[in-house]
């Protein structure tokens, strides 16, 4: 369905938020601006014939090195959203704490139509090709994962990049995140901006005293970041999921869909259409619209526009997409009193993580080694003394709990969830301050672009 497009509605997000701020002359024409968009033609031998492909990354903020972003690869990519993006992503860094500009990257391509060893050649050369120009490496430009890109991608840009660079073989592993583990990734990187999204709204509930479990939820969008999002709502947070909608139709139970089977059915190869849970329905536009209490749209941009605002029943809004709503539909949203929590804040886990990731292998150390030794002492020290004090013995069990020093996968998520957390309270704080900026949205605007304005202003711009 047609919305605004992606760019002009992140332009007028900006240009309501610099209306209430006070920043020196031109500097918002400066923070709004992207830096630099580099498209680049290249040609691969396919099936017997030269073919072409088309790609982009945008570099849109540079106050803070290396800029960050993913890369997706989608058959209708094209240069003003990867501009849009790029900007989303200086503003969500700068949001939560992350010290890194923003960037993204695309490919025109859809991934279904190329083998596997078709899209290693593809994804080789276009590593070639950004490499060529300084838009991917450990210290200027770090690339991730997206729509249509995952662990295997970033494994060959990896590889491709330490096979040309031959100079920065030490920290090579750092010019990518979202790899395999086996390749220098980190536990908790897949599920990181759907474990972000529970994280947020979590937060947004606890904010308000209201109660998550039990909360009907819809997601849009069962790929990685939705279908995490799904699984830990419902395992962790009690959050029934009564509706999962894909471009292959919807599956609807209002008891709750069983998510771990459905899970196990896609992995297997498995359609909506023959789930073991749920009531399958063929693709409608309504769907969206179904009754619930919170919808997490975790597909594409644009998904709710001024043609389905009206309609949409769902009384909170987590955009854990890119842009899944634009400025026309937000603002009907908003005089309507559903609340959102913005895609810079709500869908940041992936970049946070990313940033773990980006250090782990920059100090080329595990997350707990230095500290774990010592960790069990104390904790053993600890349990000796209430022993001493209280002449009964603690069980084995909870004294080997207490000597259990986090993983790295423990460690992980108590960082991503402690700064999702604190960047949802700032927002909420914020718009508590100054009412008149009306939404968590223009609050989380207003603190980025404070970030971003500090930066420059520190530079001497």
């Not at 309609?311 to 890119?322: G, T």
């Not at 960082?415 to 957390?421: H, I």
Request: with cysteine; proline share 5%; glycine share 12%.
């Amino acid at each position: 369905m047609p919305g605004t497009n992606v760019l002009d509605s992140v332009g007028s997000q900006f240009d309501t938020a610099f209306s209430g701020m006070e920043l020196a002359k031109g500097l918002p024409e400066r923070i709004r601006a992207t830096n630099s968009l580099y498209q680049v033609t290249f040609g691969v031998r396919l099936r017997g014939e030269l073919v072409s492909f088309t790609g982009w990354r945008a570099v849109h903020s540079e106050h803070l090195e290396p800029v960050k972003g993913g890369i997706r690869y989608a058959p209708d990519a094209n240069g003003d959203e990867v501009e849009a993006l790029a900007a989303l992503m200086t503003l969500k860094c700068a949001l939560v704490g992350v010290p890194f500009g923003g960037s993204k990257g695309a490919l025109r391509i859809d991934p279904d139509e190329w083998s596997e060893l078709e899209l290693e050649k593809i994804t080789r050369r276009f590593t070639q090709e950004l490499a060529r120009r300084g838009l991917i490496s450990p210290g200027r430009n770090v690339p991730a994962p997206d729509m249509g890109t995952g662990e295997r991608e970033m494994a060959w840009m990896a590889d491709e990049y330490r096979r040309i660079s031959p100079l920065e073989t030490l920290n090579a592993a750092a010019c990518v995140t979202g790899k395999p583990l086996s390749r220098g990734g980190i536990a908790g990187r897949t599920e990181a901006t759907g474990r972000g999204v529970a994280y947020a709204l979590s937060e947004h509930y606890a904010a308000q005293g209201r109660r998550l479990k039990g909360e009907r939820v819809i997601v849009q969008g069962f790929g990685n970041v939705g279908s995490h999002a799904a699984l830990i709502l419902s395992g962790e947070f009690g959050c029934k999921i009564t509706g999962i909608i894909e471009r292959e139709g919807s599956l609807f139970c209002e008891g709750g869909l069983n998510i771990p089977a459905l899970l196990a059915h896609r992995s297997g190869g498995g359609s909506l259409a023959t789930s073991p849970t749920g009531r399958f329905s063929p693709p409608e536009p309504e769907a969206l619209c179904s009754d619930c209490d919170v919808l997490i749209p975790a597909a594409m941009e644009n998904a709710i526009t001024a043609e389905n605002a009206e309609s949409i029943r769902a009384k909170v809004i987590v955009e854990a997409a890119n842009g899944p709503i634009d400025a026309a539909a937000d603002a009907l949203l908003q005089d309507r009193g559903v609340e959102i929590i913005p895609d810079l804040c709500a869908n940041a886990g992936g970049v946070i993580v990313s940033y773990f990731e980006w250090v782990k292998n920059l100090t080329h150390m595990p997350f707990g080694l230095m500290e774990r030794r010592i960790s069990q002492r104390r904790f053993g020290h600890v349990a000796d003394l209430i022993e001493g004090l209280t002449r009964q013995a603690i069980p084995c069990e909870v004294r080997s709990e207490l000597a259990e020093s986090g993983s790295e996968l423990d460690l992980v998520r108590s960082g991503l969830e402690d700064m999702m957390r604190a960047a949802y309270r700032r927002m909420a704080a914020r718009l508590q301050e100054q009412p008149e900026l009306r939404s968590l949205r223009q609050a989380g605007y207003v603190l980025a672009i404070e970030e971003v304005a500090g930066a420059y202003r520190d530079l001497g711009i």
